[in-house]
């Protein structure tokens, strides 16, 4: 098992063993100077690979003072730190929220003092009202974050089920915005579109998501991409892969707008006016490759408007980005020079992915109070 031994910048008094996400399992253990994060892979709801987990903590043949898991009670790593507990006195849990430890994995990964303005966008985390986040604005320092934005809340009909057809979620951005159903949906029988709006209207299996990754999923569906999946992400990466396919003539400034509202405090941003905008280019029978391009240059320029507003409120200059959404190359390498150009400090990660693997590093640190 190959582990990265990560220098901190000062010694902890307390050993923490943090046992990562759900998906793209992976250990870190913090000790005096160091943390050793385990490559990740596997998924802990899969026995086989549960199993394996389990063996590699026995390999480890430590004693931690601090087990760290993710805030989400069902997840089995969250399960298996209550059993590690209980069968050791000393030990104590602590519950991490999954994008802070994005943030967290970010700035041990670029060892970044002082506060950041930290942006997690994935596909789902359980958040700390309960609902299922996943295009999350924080900042502070690992000590301290602190939601500063998010996405619109929308409901997911039949829960799981939307994460593996994207189309249900595709149905309920439309529906909630009293936007005409496509006719790429209406391949749907009647009744089952009705059994969705019946679940969305009567809060039925229909969780809310603040999530970046159903935003993509639903936005893949509407244009005839990928109704249904077969992997992680594959709706987001198919609806990039598109833009490759738009002649040079469409101009790459175009694009959607997101709107911003404060409420009590925190920046809501609403994809409203997207969804709209993407309905009206399928009715004027604009491309797939044109529409995919005008909504990530929207989310590109959507991050840099909520960067621009919280520095003004908090005058915070670093950016931090973390999450499976930012494996997207056109994202990366299209936000980084809108906010340089405005005088931020872009970090991406440097020896960790973006994904799930690097929550583990996160736990540690927040863990650890690193």
Known sequence: ????????????????????AQSKASL???????????ESGGDLANLKDLKIFEN?????????????????????????????????????????QHHEAHIASNIVDNTIKGNVIGIAFDGTGFGRDGNVWGGEFFIGAIKGLKRAAHLKYVPMPGGEASIREPRRMAFSYLYTSN????????RLDKDRLGLLAQMIDRGINSPLTSSMGR????????????????????AAIELEKAISHQPPAISCKKRYDFKYKNEDGIIVIDWK???????????????????????????????????????????????????????????RENTRPLLEERG???????????????????????AAGI
């Open 179 to 186: 936007l005409p159903i496509l006719p790429i949906l209406t």
């Open 1 to 20: 098992m190959d582990y990265i031994k990560i220098g901190l910048v000062n010694r902890r008094k307390k050993s923490v063993l943090a046992l990562g």
């Open 56 to 96: 590699r903590i026995k390999a480890l043949k430590i004693k931690p003072e601090i087990i760290a898991c993710d805030l989400h009670p069902e997840y089995v790593s969250t399960k298996l730190a209550k059993k590690l507990i209980a069968h050791s006195s000393w030990l104590i849990v602590k519950e991490i």
């Open 215 to 234: 935003l993509f999923d639903a936005v893949a569906a509407m244009v005839g991409i990928r109704s249904e999946v077969e992997y992680e992400g594959q």
């Open 273 to 331: 006016p997207v969804i709209k905008g993407i309905v009206s280019d399928l009715q004027n029978k604009k491309t797939k490759a044109e529409i995919s391009l005008k909504f990530h240059n929207a989310v590109c320029h959507m991050i840099k408007d909520v960067c621009v507003i919280l520095r003004k409120k908090y005058k915070i200059i670093k950016v931090c980005m973390s999450g499976g959404v930012f494996q997207n190359r056109y994202l």
């Open 344 to 366: 931020f400090k872009v970090y991406l990660h440097k020896r960790l992915p973006a994904h799930d693997g690097n929550i583990a590093l996160g736990q540690a640190a927040i």
């Open 28 to 38: 870190c253990f913090v000790k005096g100077d160091a943390a050793y994060l385990s």
